[in-house]
């Protein structure tokens, strides 16, 4: 070692054991250093393991700035040209890593959350913690929100891992269902019925006269509802969810339960918008 220092011109002098107040330039730094780690971790919020990251950042920020006893940035004395500041971030910002394209799946998200850690040592970038990996990264593919802690999202999505979501039972909107049970129903009729009629559409009156049902007064409810596809209006009976929308299902609806159909009762012009009510009497 003494040998390689001459031969570069440096005077080597050691201090005495355990009196570190001779070495004074090494000393106040590594204060400085420390005061330095204590601002970062405090103001980010970042946990005190993080010490060394703080303190790998603090010192390339130190290295780029002027200092009271000159007035050229460390950087420049080494290197002989001047440093560029523009690429500088807050420690512990939040920070979106991107994801490459060549490893990135059909469904992955294009970029990672992550927090701000500091520079990249073996190449341009920078140093990332992703939150949900919980990895160190270095990359130039990032943006940063350099208003926004990034301890903070690791915070909130912590605490969303612990919600118990209770999911509604869909089984209960049984309702729902039969009503769109009875439209599809009638909608495979509508387009089957030309080619094979159902013979229990074509009731024998002389048979059913045996089992009427009683004269009973039937609510029919004339609604118009929102344009989806088609018509607009239905006709629906009070205290069903059934819903008819054409003359044909009207018709068949009144067959089925044996009901009076007279077409000139029902009105579908999309023109006339009243929503009214009316009664029919069955057969007797």
Same mark, same amino acid.
């Given at each position: ?62 290295? #780029?700035?002027?200092? +009271?006893? !000159?007035?050229? /940035? &460390? ?8 440093? =560029?500041?523009? @690429? ?98 009638? #909608?495979?009729?509508? +387009?089957? !019925?030309?080619? /094979? &009629? ?8 002389? =048979?059913?006269? @045996? ?74």
């Amino acid at each position: 070692m003494d040998n390689f220092l001459t031969e570069l011109g440096i005077k080597h002098e050691v201090t005495n054991s355990y009196t570190p107040e001779m070495n004074g330039v090494a000393e106040r730094f590594n204060l400085t250093a420390l005061d330095g780690i204590k601002t970062l971790l405090k103001s980010s919020e970042v946990p005190h393991k993080f010490w060394g990251e703080a303190l790998l950042c603090f010192t390339y920020a130190w290295n #780029r700035i002027c200092h +009271k006893d !000159s007035n050229k /940035t &460390p950087f420049e004395k080494y290197s002989g040209r001047k440093p =560029s500041v523009l @690429h500088l971030k807050p420690f512990g910002c939040l920070a979106y890593a991107g994801v490459p394209k060549q490893i990135r799946k059909k469904f992955d998200m294009r970029a990672k959350i992550g927090i701000m850690m500091g520079y990249a040592q073996r190449t341009k970038g920078y140093r990332i913690w992703l939150i949900d990996e919980n990895k160190l990264v270095e990359t130039i593919n990032v943006r940063f929100d350099e208003n926004k802690r990034g301890i903070n999202f690791r915070q909130k999505v912590n605490s969303n891992l612990g919600y118990n979501l209770n999911l509604p039972d869909y089984y209960d909107d049984e309702d729902d269902f039969d009503r769109v049970k009875d439209s599809l129903t009638s #909608r495979l009729v509508s +387009k089957t !019925s030309t080619e /094979t &009629p159902s013979t229990s559409e074509k009731p024998d009156v002389s =048979s059913d006269n @045996h089992s009427l049902i009683p004269c009973t007064e039937v609510k029919w409810i004339r609604n118009i509802g929102r344009k989806v596809t088609g018509s607009n209006v239905y006709y629906s009976i009070e205290g069903e969810a059934t819903r008819l929308k054409s003359f044909n299902e009207i018709e068949r609806y009144c067959k089925r339960h044996n009901i009076k159909y007279d077409p000139s009762l029902f009105n579908f012009r999309k023109d006339n918008t009243e929503s009214q009510g009316f009664s029919d009497l069955s057969e007797q």
